[in-house]
């Protein structure tokens, strides 16, 4: 179940927030849960207040004094809660899965460079179906956050963390260092091999061609 996985995402800090939006009567039109550093909608639950969705998930009672649950409203400085946005652009995960610190991560090439994104952000995206796109969106201060959306209609918001530090970048320069010299080593053996190939088959490379 979707908020199962939000609430895995909270527990580790035991905090969360109900973001509640209300129609010009003060009627709730709609909610969602700040997890961390995620914005996921609440769908298919009535509405609630912060004391209940503790009990949503599952938080025994003798545990609730542990948490921080608020009721806020939404701060569209920071992110916007529609479908659509203007100006928002798509963006691409890079096939690969990065671990550090004991936590892996996501890496999403944005028009700002590379983001890491905890995977466990992505973990409440993944259900109903499990197929949602990437989008990057600029806020007032103009720093900029995703939106994963299935179709039109958008299923989380995920804010970049702070995780580089210098000595994350040390290890990965060498890694890229150490692979690119890897990886022409492997096109010069190759080179030798095909070469070798040919004088053994009497094939020059003109003849090839």
Not at 12 to 36: M, S
Not at 60 to 68: A, N
Not at 91 to 98: G, N, Q, R
Request: charged residues 30%; proline residues 6%.
């Amino acid at each position: 179940m979707k908020i199962k996985r939000i609430a895995a995402i909270c527990k580790p800090w035991k905090r969360v927030e109900l973001i509640t939006i209300h129609t010009d009567v003060r009627e709730i039109a709609a909610q969602y849960i700040k997890a961390g550093n995620a914005i996921y909608p609440v769908r298919g639950l009535p509405f609630m207040d912060a004391g209940q969705l503790l009990t949503v998930f599952d938080i025994p009672l003798d545990k609730r004094g542990d948490w921080h649950a608020e009721e806020c409203r939404p701060d569209p400085d920071r992110y916007n809660l529609e479908n659509i946005a203007e100006g928002e652009k798509p963006v691409e995960m890079i096939p690969i899965s990065l671990e550090w610190d004991d936590r892996k991560f996501q890496p999403v090439k944005t028009s700002r460079g590379v983001l890491l994104i905890p995977v466990e952000l992505f973990g409440p995206l993944e259900l109903g179906g499990g197929m949602y796109d990437l989008f990057e969106r600029k806020n007032s201060y103009g720093e900029i956050y995703l939106v994963a959306k299935q179709g039109m209609i958008l299923q989380g918001i995920i804010f970049p963390q702070e995780v580089l530090t210098e000595k994350f970048m040390e290890i990965f320069r060498a890694l890229y260092h150490g692979t690119e010299e890897s990886y022409e080593g492997t096109l010069e053996r190759d080179a030798i091999r095909l070469e070798e190939t040919r004088r053994n088959l009497g094939i020059s490379e003109n003849e090839e061609n």
